[in-house]
């Protein structure tokens, strides 16, 4: 129906003032954090490549992981799994049928991003 | 005039036969991704920045390498799938066939590349 004339009326939502819901930032957010973790699983992958390799290309693998960039790619990976990891275990509740009101959504997603930032700390404080 | 018959027409298309079995092959990796993501980052952020032989002594223990090649695998299975499903919403045609050809490639080859590592380091520590 894309094609029906339907004069010079406004759409909804209007994309470029549309305050997006929390849920819709959460949803766009679980899958921002799972591509973008593709570049800390190859990282990983690389330094261990590198630790059953020798020990000097251990160094180089370790100094690129522990450098500037790589503490912010890691630091960046770390708040994104765990990210991912909450609003994983929603979805997967979803999934059953349950919680979708919308007002356990909105409770859940808070819950969510609070959690994360939690195992974040604690996963500082032990390291 | 048609050449074909009906039923010849419509036969294979429609359903890709598949049915749910991606979504649940997805919701399993989730599952065993819930319980092998504590066990491998904490021990993983823990031992990041230490020295070669820290690491080889901590991955030659039987336990760290079962969960981290546990954890390799079932991670860049659901990284796969997350991907694929990913590229079927955003990108069409032929690209979207190379893209996820590459993608489950690629993830393949890093999933190999990680467990033999880990294997390698559990056998000579």
């Known amino acids: 129906m894309a094609d029906v004339n339907r004069g010079n009326r406004p759409l909804s939502p209007h994309v470029s003032i549309y305050r997006m819901p929390l849920n819709a930032v ?3 957010t679980h899958r921002i954090t799972g591509v973008g973790m593709s570049l800390a699983s190859v990282l990983i992958v690389w330094y261990f490549l590198a630790a059953a390799t020798s020990e000097a290309y251990f160094d180089t693998a370790s100094w690129v992981l522990t450098s500037f960039l790589g503490d912010l790619i890691m630091l960046g990976s770390l708040m994104a799994i765990w990210y991912h990891f909450c609003s994983g275990i929603r979805h997967l509740v979803w999934d059953t049928g349950s919680g979708l ?4 959504v909105q409770r859940s997603g808070i819950t ?8 974040t700390l604690i996963t500082i404080i032990l390291a | 005039m048609r050449y074909l018959t009906d039923r010849k027409r419509v036969r294979g298309l429609g359903s890709a036969k598949s049915g749910t079995a991606h979504f649940w092959e997805q ?8 319980v092998l993501t504590p066990l491998f980052v904490i021990p993983f952020a823990y031992n990041l920045g230490g020295s070669h032989a820290d690491i080889l ?5 039987p336990v760290n390498a079962i969960i981290a090649i546990a954890f390799i695998l ?3 299975l659901h990284l796969f799938q997350g991907l694929q499903v990913v590229i079927e919403d955003y990108v ?3 690209t979207e066939i190379v893209l996820i050809i590459t993608a489950r490639l690629t993830c393949s080859l890093f999933a190999l590349a990680g467990t033999f590592s880990i294997l390698k380091i559990a056998f000579t520590a």
Request: aromatic fraction near 6%; charge should be positive.
């Open chain 2, 27 to 34: 919701r399993l990796s989730a599952i065993a991704l819930v």
């Open chain 2, 92 to 94: 069409h045609g032929r």
């Open chain 2, 74 to 76: 079932t991670a860049f």
């Open chain 1, 101 to 104: 009101g919308q007002r356990r």
């Open chain 1, 26 to 28: 959460l949803s766009i």
């Open chain 2, 57 to 61: 002594a901590a991955y030659g223990h």
């Open chain 1, 112 to 119: 969510a991003l609070i959690a994360a930032a939690v195992l």
